[in-house]
C-alpha cells in the first residue's frame, strides 16, 4: 500500500486545479498585457482568479499581489516593512523562534544591514504568547512578523489577537498563513492582518505560485524589478496557469473546509492515539491548537532517518525533523525552540495528513510503524543505554 503523509512538504493538485489549468496551456496561453483577443483571454483568467483569491480571504483584488510562492511573499513582505520602517528611523522587528527559513534567513540578512530582530520564545507547546509579543513591542518596532500554523508542529497561533495588539500599537503586522492557507479560516479584516503570505502547493494547488496579501495604503517594496504586472510590484509575465490553478484549488479547499477539517482531524487524533500507545513517544507541540493535518512525535532511542526510510520501504511518505535533504546533522531549529533536546529532536516523525488519506491508510501506518519502531531500537546503543539507566 502506499500512504501519503508528507503533505505539509507539498500535495498533489487537485482534479479541479488542473481541469481550470489545462486550457490556459492550450487555449488562454496569451500574455495577459497583450492587447489581442488571446491576451485578453488570459487577461479575463488573471482577473478572475485575483477575485476568488481576494473573495476568499475577505480582501480587495487591489490587495492581492501573485508571486512564486510562500517563500517570495515572504521576503517581500519584510522587505515591505523593513524599507517602510526605515524611513521613520523604525529598524526593531518581532517575530519567533520557529519561523520558516523563508523568515528567518530574510531576517538574518536584515540584522546584518543594521535592524534589530527580537525572536519571541514558543515554550514548549509550540505557542507563542500575546504577552510576550506586547512586552517585545518598542517605539521603533517596524513590524510583528509571526506564522499562523507552524509547519512542523502544526501549532496553531492566536493571530486575531496579535493582530489587534499590533493594530492598537500601530505596528505592521504579517502572518506566514502558507500551512494554514486552505486548511483552517482566514479573513485578513476579522483577523487584523496586514500582510500575509500563502502557497498554492500546500493546498492541492501547483508549485511555484502563492500570494502577497497587502492591506491597501501600505506602500509596497518590489523584490523584482522589469516590467508593470501586479502594479509594477511583482514584474514578470504572469504564471497563468499556475496562478488560475491555485486560485481553483483555494476555492475548492475553502468551500470543503467545513467538512474536510474534522474529517481530517478524525484520521489525525486516531493516528495520535495509536502511536502514542508505542511506548516512550512524546507528541510535540500542543495537542488541541494543531492544524487538522498534522502529527509530530519524538521517538525515543532511535533515529528519524532510519525510520523515515524504513517507513517507506513499506511505502509510507513521511518527514522526519533533521534537516535530512540539506544533509545537515542539526535537529530543526522549530524541534529545539520547544526545548527538545538533539537526542530526542533526531528521533522526530513527522506526518502530515489531507482529505484525500483514508480511515484504512491510518491502519496501515498503525500497523507498520510499531514494528519498525522495535527494530531500530533493538539496535540502537541509545535505547540500550535509556533502558539500563531505568
Ligand atoms: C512551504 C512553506 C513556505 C514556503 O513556501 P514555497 O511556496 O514552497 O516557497 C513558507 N512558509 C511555510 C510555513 C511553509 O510551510
Redesign the pocket.
Known sequence: MNVYADN???TKVSRTALDAMLPCFTEAYGNPSSPHHIGMEAAKRLIAARKTMADYLGAEPSEIIFT?????A?NQAIATAAILGSKKGKKHIISTKF??H??LHTLSKLEKEGYEVTLLDVYEDGIVRLEDVEAAIRPDTALVTI?Y???EIGTVQPIKEIGALCKEKGVLFHT?A??AAGHLPINVKEQNIDML?L????FHGP????VFFVRRGIPITAIIEGGAQERGKRAGTENLPAIVGMAAAFKEACDNMSVNMPKVEALRNRLIDGILKIDEVILNGDREKRLPGNVNVSVKGIEGESLLMMLDQQGICASSGSACTSGSLDPSHVLLAIGLTHEVAHGSLRLTLSEYNTEEEIGYILEKLPPIVDRLRSMSPVWKKMKEVK
Do not use: F
Open positions: 505539509a512538504a507539498t512564486s510562492g510562500g517563500s517570495e515572504d519561523e520558516h523563508a523568515v506564522m500554523a507552524n509547519n506566514d502558507v500551512q503570505s502557497s498554492a502547493h500546500k508549485k511555484g505560485v502563492g
